[in-house]
């Protein structure tokens, strides 16, 4: 009988077509991943991929060997996942990924009363600026916004992605503060490049009544990252356009202020998401459910909301 490791191991390189890939989705070695689809083809007598420096490539009875278990193989990771859900201290690997900054001041101080609870849980959290593929690279859980919920994926709201106006009180001394979006333009403008498209980012402003306006920055310094942007707001140097949950506790301990108050940019939301609502391991759940009950403790969702001044 194959062990579930090798079945695994196989399936993930035919999908990627390389062992390197495969190792960093299964979150072990490349040695270890090439060592299990040897052992498998020298169990059953076959060899399943042509390999070479640049890729792998299935054989003939690799291609007929994959169609044949790739289905059967999801069933028995299912019911592995079904037992350890109701039977089962949560426990093991918890790969979640996370905003840096939104995940270093909201997400990460939740942690030790949860390992606490949950000692047998072993962390595994990426904090970077990207929409990851829960799935395909093995994560249990994700919190961001504006994921594609493809089939099997869960997404519930944690809070509104606001997006404020924001400077700190040295630089707005002696300059008369705006009261309309498109005022914001005449001060100097921290603004951000994307990674993605190249392009800076504007803004299209509402108030609470409904009513839109420009609110678009003069680019008097560009940065590619939002941690970077709050922390040149907070030197002074000009006004961000950032999430209210990013810039929340200097708004509260007042290093920086926020301008044309009664407007606001909506992002959509921030929510957590996870692979399928049946059969969810005991760890992701318990996690899921820990986020889920902290954000209403400390009311994030309402603070995070750009549209209460």
């Known amino acids: 009988m194959e062990t579930l490791a090798n079945l695994e191991s196989f399936l993930r390189s035919a999908e990627c077509r390389s062992f390197s890939e495969a190792a960093r989705r299964l979150s072990v070695t490349p040695a270890a991943v090439s060592r299990n689809v040897a052992m498998l083809e020298r169990n059953l007598g076959v060899r399943l991929f042509h390999r070479s420096t640049r890729k792998l490539t299935l054989t003939e009875a690799g291609e007929t060997f994959r169609s044949a278990i790739?289905?059967?193989?999801?069933?028995?990771?299912?019911?592995?996942?079904?037992?350890?859900?109701?039977?089962?201290?949560?426990?093991?690997?918890?790969?979640?990924?996370?905003?840096?900054?939104?995940?270093?001041?909201?997400?990460?101080?939740?942690?030790?009363?949860?390992?606490?609870?949950?000692?047998?849980?072993?962390?595994?959290?990426?904090?970077?600026?990207?929409?990851?593929?829960?799935i395909g690279e093995g994560y249990d859980a994700a919190i961001g916004g504006g994921f594609e919920l493809s089939p099997g994926l869960v997404s519930r709201t944690l809070a509104p992605a606001h997006v404020v106006a924001v400077a700190s009180p040295a630089y707005m001394s002696g300059r008369v503060p705006p009261t309309r979006p498109d005022e914001l333009a005449a001060l100097n403008g921290i603004v951000m490049r994307s990674l993605q498209t190249g392009r800076i980012r504007h803004w299209m402003m509402r108030d609470v009544s409904g009513r839109e306006a420009q609110g678009s920055l003069s680019e008097s310094i560009v940065v590619n990252d939002p941690a970077a942007m709050r922390e040149a707001a907070l030197l002074g140097l000009g006004v961000a356009m950032l999430a209210t949950a990013d810039v929340l506790p200097a708004l509260e301990d007042g290093s920086l202020i926020r301008l044309v108050p009664r407007w606001y940019s909506d992002a959509g939301a921030i929510s957590i998401?996870?692979?399928?609502?049946?059969?969810?391991?005991?760890?992701?759940?318990?996690?899921?459910?820990?986020?889920?009950?902290?954000?209403?403790?400390?009311r994030l969702a309402e603070r995070f909301a750009g549209s209460l001044s």
């Open 70 to 134: 790739a289905d059967n193989l999801e069933g028995l990771q299912a019911a592995i996942a079904g037992i350890s859900t109701g039977n089962e201290e949560p426990a093991g690997r918890l790969k979640v990924s996370l905003p840096p900054s939104f995940g270093a001041a909201h997400i990460l101080p939740l942690l030790p009363a949860f390992l606490a609870r949950y000692p047998q849980v072993r962390p595994e959290w990426h904090f970077e600026n990207r929409q990851v593929d829960l």
């Open 273 to 298: 998401y996870y692979a399928s609502r049946k059969l969810v391991p005991a760890k992701t759940r318990a996690f899921v459910d820990w986020v889920m009950d902290a954000f209403r403790k400390n």
